[in-house]
């Protein structure tokens, strides 16, 4: 008997949805999409309509048999791949991969659900459609806006900067907002401001503290010290009149449920999840978990949306979850609703549970410690948002003084002091920096009346300066990505994965910080492609690809009026972009070797110092700086650039030459310039080596001096003669070889760094001891000597031997090697 084929892109969901259809269906899963453009080719023929020519996926064919062999048995076949571009293109590609060459084949239908449950999958094979053209053109040409500019601009890169670079089309922008951050920050010229804070003594405690606001009814800036000291001689004396006492209620109302951006800015922030790592564990969430008896259960709807919509059936039972879990003033008299941007696909819902009242408790036991998190903070922020606003009691106290150079000074101090926790019970939200808020909240007033007259107990004036704009972290990145329209939340993850995976950008604390690399590349591309890696124009292409889904725009005509410009910015580029790798930029500096002019060069692994002398010369050197110091790149064109290795100048401890910047294949380092003759190196970030002191003892193998050198584990005597003679002088515990009983024990580290106790006539004799030994005889077997050991039960000396048992109390801890 034929069955229904049902195909979706993954094993999870495949599993998932079967367990809801039945006998009558067959459901196989398509591993993503099934073809695509093939890798040895830009497959675009620009001169007919940017025809694309799609094929199927290497390591597909296998897959695609499979498939065609049970769709030509199949009455039906419902394509139920995910509910967006990407997914209406797999089921596109299906549809023409198993529609038959010759003859009628089974009748084809695209279901789409918003979350994988009973009812909703039921809903979906009630109501199929065709699959929608106008959402395949839109992922079409977004997909041959990506390989036009990756196969035409990469290729470009690989000649004048390194092979294996790439370029994209929102990539690139992406990038070049962390660029531009960073020259923000390094043009950022700080400024000196003061703050002053009077803390003063009311009737009842605590202490009120205000903060200087103005002067004579003026807001005041206090430019510097002097400015902040001669208002502190002008109140000190002065009486502090309490001016006015007032407190409203305030409400602060509950956030939207999730949607894609959001939720990638609050995992980031609160669970410290990647982007990529948020939307892995949503895809897991959302086709479907093992929730014992109850089989495979999708826990939450679908995770690429920029919707705040809510269903009905959603509403209702997350209000009747409320008045359970949290009674009934919790809960509004009618629904929040909450409205969406002005551009968004309200096709589908927010990110919710698929049921507000599975509670995240009941599921911990199938889920993955981090799909817990997750799934708890999705589940929290759909519940708050259906909940009553949170009322604190504001207050707002402004003391007055007047100044004995006449002027009248206010001060001013307000707190927030929660009234009712309303959303807050459950959820609040996180933030990227903390505001006035927060300080609100921290701050309690003491009972204060109008006309009171305050007693001063002390002046604060502070210091502070200008801050530069932060770098980027992941969510702050997601943030101005979609605040300025670059880019899709769906495509964000891909995005930030691959400026990281080509070394264009590093991340130092969670904030995104440009490579050297990252920063040429980023101002090659912008000064001969301007206008199409500008935000600006970005993101007008991204509108168009939302007019092309929703049918108003032809795909080849915006892909026409693309490549007008872009082939015109192309043609340029290959005539006059600046040829990295076959630069030199003369500087000041000179080989220390041969006395010739030292240039700046490019290699693998970017800038150095190379000597103008080379091949008879091949003297090289690191810059302690990169190529393009940021905001001012260096043109060959110009003037001799002056160069500085580092700060000052670092010698070399064991010869007294100067130390250079290195790079090896462990990274960057500080290196002699007496190399061959001294080979001293110094990692960087490690302290500068501690010179060897010498000492009068004599090497008893060579008869030279001793010395204390610095080695990892600390400080240890070694022979000046080093590396003709090795010998180490051992610190012995005191203690002869149990075994050899010729030389003496002493403490030494293995390569983990943990302790042991071996004879200092190794390898003669091997005697090893993990535990301290002790010169004493076990009294019960005879063994050698005793060890120490400190125990949960306490201290003791125990025997050496381990089939004796014997141990006694030692009552002084024990004595350190």
């Known amino acids: 008997m034929a069955k229904n084929l049902v195909i979706v892109e993954s094993p999870a969901k495949a599993k998932t949805i079967g367990k809801y259809l039945g006998k009558n269906f067959t459901v196989k899963a398509s591993l993503g999409h099934v073809k695509d453009l093939p890798k040895n080719d830009i497959a675009v023929d620009v001169e007919h309509d940017f025809r694309p020519s799609y094929v199927v996926i290497e390591g597909k064919k296998k897959l695609m048999d499979e498939l065609r062999k049970a769709a030509k048995d199949a009455d039906a076949i419902y394509l139920a791949a995910d509910p967006d571009r990407e997914g209406e293109a797999i089921c596109f590609h299906l549809q023409e991969e198993l529609t038959p060459k010759k003859g009628d084949g089974p009748a084809m239908h695209r279901v789409t659900f918003n979350e994988i449950t009973a009812n909703a999958v039921r809903k979906a094979f009630e109501n199929p459609r065709p699959v929608n053209t106008h959402l395949v053109d839109a992922q079409q040409a977004r997909r041959i806006l990506d390989r036009l500019v990756g196969y035409k601009i990469s290729p470009l890169l690989w000649d004048k900067v390194r092979r294996g670079l790439s370029a994209g089309r929102v990539q690139t922008v992406a990038l070049r907002m962390i660029v531009d951050r960073e020259k923000e920050i390094r043009a950022f010229l700080k400024r000196e401001y003061w703050s002053i804070d009077v803390h003063l003594n009311a009737k009842k405690s605590p202490v009120l503290k205000t903060t200087l606001a103005k002067r004579d009814g003026v807001n005041v800036e206090i430019a510097d010290q002097a400015a902040a000291d001669a208002i502190v001689a002008a109140i000190a004396d002065s009486p502090f009149v309490v001016k006015s006492v007032a407190t409203r209620e305030k409400k602060r109302n509950p956030v939207p449920p999730f949607i894609t951006s959001t939720i990638q800015q609050e995992a980031a922030r609160k669970l410290r999840f990647s982007v990529k790592r948020t939307m892995m564990l949503a895809q897991r969430l959302y086709e479907g978990v093992e929730l014992g008896s109850e089989g495979a259960v999708g826990l939450i709807t679908y995770m690429r949306t920029d919707s705040i919509r809510v269903g009905q059936d959603a509403i209702v039972e997350v209000r009747e979850a409320i008045r359970q879990r949290f009674g009934a003033e919790y809960l509004p008299e009618s629904p929040n609703v909450y409205r969406s941007k002005k551009d968004a696909q309200d096709a589908h819902e927010a990110i919710r549970p698929t049921s507000a009242l599975r509670h995240p408790d009941d599921v911990a036991a199938f889920v993955s410690e981090d799909e817990l998190k997750l799934y708890r903070l999705i589940w929290m922020r759909f519940v708050a948002s ?5 009322i604190f009691d504001q207050t707002t106290v402004e003391v007055e003084a007047s100044g004995t150079d006449g002027g009248s000074y206010l001060m001013r101090a307000t707190g927030s002091v929660p009234k009712f926790d309303g959303f807050q019970a459950v ?18 007033l003491p009972q204060v009346s109008d006309g009171e007259v305050l007693k001063l107990k002390q002046i604060l004036p502070e210091q502070h300066f ?7 972290t992941e969510a702050t990145l997601v943030k101005e990505l979609e605040s300025d329209g670059v880019g899709r939340p769906s495509t964000y993850a891909s995005i930030l994965s691959t400026i990281q995976e080509r070394e264009y950008v590093k991340r130092e604390g969670g904030k995104f910080i440009p490579t050297e690399l990252g920063v040429v590349v980023t101002e090659l591309l912008v000064e001969s492609f301007a206008d199409i890696f500008d935000i600006t124009y970005t993101a007008r292409m991204e509108d168009e690809l939302d007019e092309i889904e929703d049918g108003k725009l032809k795909w080849e005509t915006a892909m026409a009026d693309f490549y007008a410009r872009f082939q015109k910015d192309l043609t340029e580029a290959e005539r006059s972009m600046r040829d990295i790798k076959r630069m030199e930029v003369p500087t000041d500096q000179v080989c220390d070797k041969c006395g010739k002019p030292m240039v700046i060069k490019w290699g693998k692994h970017g800038s150095f110092l190379a000597c103008t002398g080379y091949p008879d010369c ?6 302690a700086q990169g190529l393009h110091e940021l905001g001012n790149g260096i043109n060959e064109e110009e003037t001799k650039v002056e160069i500085t290795e580092q700060d000052a100048v670092e010698y070399c401890v064991n010869c007294g030459r100067e130390m250079v910047l290195k790079k090896g294949r462990f990274g960057t380092f500080m290196a002699c310039t007496g190399y061959p003759d001294c080979k001293t190196t110094r990692q960087l970030g ?3 080596k501690k010179p060897d002191v010498p000492l009068e003892e004599k090497c008893p193998e060579c008869d030279h001096h001793l010395v204390i050198k610095s080695g990892r584990f600390g400080e240890f005597t070694a022979c000046s003669n080093y590396p003709k003679c090795k010998y180490v002088k051992h610190q012995t515990i005191g203690i002869t070889c149990p075994k050899c009983e010729l030389g003496e024990l002493s403490a030494r580290r293995s390569k983990r760094g943990k302790t042991f106790y071996g004879c200092v006539r190794y390898p003669e004799c091997d005697f090893v001891a993990w535990a301290k030994p002790i010169p004493e005889p076990c009294p019960e077997c005879g063994a050698k000597y005793l060890v120490d050991k400190v125990l949960k ?8 031997n381990k089939e004796c048992k014997y141990k006694k109390e030692v009552a002084d801890e024990p004595v350190p090697a």
């Open 427 to 444: 959820y609040l939200e996180g933030k990227d920096q903390k505001d006035e808020e927060d300080e609100e909240e921290k701050n309690r």
């Open 618 to 623: 091949t003297t090289t050197r690191q810059l």
């Open 466 to 472: 200008t801050e530069p704009p932060p770098r980027f």
């Open 386 to 390: 259906q909940m009553t606003p949170a």
């Open 686 to 688: 490690q302290e500068a």
């Open 793 to 800: 039960s306490g201290h003791f000396a125990a025997c050496s």
